[in-house]
Structures are given as C-alpha cells and as structure tokens.
C-alpha cells in the first residue's frame, strides 16, 4: 500500500522569502500523480500544484514549484516570495494511475505554514 | 455556480440519532468522493463512486452508506451516530483520469454529542 509522509508539522517564514515544505512517499509502482493542496482557514482544499511521475521537469506555478526526486521518492514544495495569505495547511498527496485505482487521493498528515509580516 | 456544493456545512447532532449530507457536482465528472478529515487534520477516503458504481470502500463502518442517485450527486447518510464521527466530511469530484484534479466541497463539520 502507498504511503505519504510530511516530516514538518509546522513551518514558519518570513513574509518575502522561501519556504521549503518537505513530503516523502512510498511505493512500489513506476506510473502515478503527485499533488500539493492547500487548505486555508475557510476549510477549502485548493489544489497548488501537481505532478506526473514520468515527468522529469519540476512543476512549477508561478510562485510554487516543486522538486521531484523520482528515486528518492521525495515530492517538495518550494513557496517563493511567501505571501500572508499562503498562511494555511499543505496537503501532499499521490495518486495512482492504474484504473480504478486512481479512484483515491492518498495525502500526508499535513504541514501547518505560518507566514510573519 | 458552486462546483462542488454539499449541504450543510454544519451539523450538530446527539449521540445515536440518523443525520444526512448531501452532495452535488456541476463539472460534468464521472466520480465522486466522501473523504474524513479527522481532529489532527488527516484526511482519509471512505468511499469513492465511478458513474454510480460504488468502486471503493475503505473499511467504513456499516452505519455510513453512500448513495449515488445519479452521476452528478453522492449523498452520505449516517445511522446511530457515535462520537467518533465528529469530523469534517468532504465531498469531492473528478473525471476517473488520474491526472485529474479532485474538486472539494467546503466541508461539513459534524459534532456529534
């Protein structure tokens, strides 16, 4: 079974500058999806980025961008220039593409980010 | 022109009685999805229906039964309500294409007392 782990319950950062939010996953299959969402205080999940396992390049989003390490199973999003209102918790998720059973988003325990003026 | 609606966000209710949620998707999406999201946060899948198929069933108590009248809504009803349920119960939405992001509802909030 897939797992996904987020090592940092809580991160903290400056308004203006980088955060780095850590996720590690297992799994045993090649083809999959890897996702950050974002659930602010209003309790929606938003989706902030997403990832193809075949992909090599780095998603990136404007000021999200991720580094995917395919063999070391680790999914990390990079926030730039760190904004008030990126202040929320940070879901990662996987997903797998074989049928049916990409039925399930498997997501991490969270990471809260607080961001100071 | 809520993609995702689920009514209602909260629900306070005593130990032991029967409480709904229900779900509805306007994006045209062929699977739907009840996810739990516990105290500390973490979210879990119940259940996730494909075109009104039940295609997953994660474990869930025999009191939570899912209920897929047509593509577009998934209801949840609950029976004896314990105080274990309390929770945010989301609803959400996709095409079966993996890639395909999930679309949430805002959550419903059960208290369970």
């Known amino acids: 079974a897939q797992t996904v782990t987020q090592s940092q319950p809580e991160m903290s950062v400056q308004e203006a500058e980088t955060v780095t939010l850590s996720c590690t996953y297992d799994?045993?299959?090649?083809?999959?999806?890897l996702f950050w969402y974002k659930q602010p205080p209003s309790r929606q999940m938003i989706l902030v980025i997403r990832?193809?396992?075949?992909?090599?390049q780095n998603a990136t989003e404007n000021r999200f961008s991720v580094n995917f390490q395919k063999a070391a199973k680790s999914f990390s999003l990079k926030i730039s220039d760190s904004q008030l209102g990126d202040a929320a918790m940070y879901f990662c998720?996987?997903?797998?593409?074989?049928?049916?059973?990409?039925?399930?988003?498997?997501f991490g325990t969270g990471t809260r980010l607080q961001v100071f003026p | 022109d809520t993609a995702v609606s689920q009514t209602p966000k909260y629900l306070v209710t005593q130990m032991g009685n029967d409480k709904s949620i229900k779900c509805e998707q306007n994006?045209?999406?062929?699977?739907m999805y009840w996810y739990k999201q516990d105290s500390k946060k973490f979210l879990k899948i119940m259940f996730s229906y494909n075109n009104k198929e039940l295609i997953i069933n994660e474990t869930v108590p025999n009191r939570f039964s899912p209920k897929s009248p047509d593509k577009a809504h998934l209801n949840l009803h609950i029976n004896s309500l314990e105080l274990g349920d309390s929770a945010v119960y989301f609803c959400?939405?996709?095409?079966?294409?993996?890639?395909?992001?999930?679309?949430f509802g805002s959550g419903t909030q059960l208290s369970v007392l």
């Open positions: 990832q193809e396992a075949y992909k090599q």
């Open positions: 994006l045209g999406h062929d699977t």
């Open positions: 959400a939405s996709s095409h079966t294409s993996g890639n395909e992001k999930l679309f």
């Open positions: 998720a996987y997903r797998s593409r074989r049928i049916y059973n990409t039925d399930k988003l498997i």
């Open positions: 799994t045993s299959e090649s083809d999959y999806y």
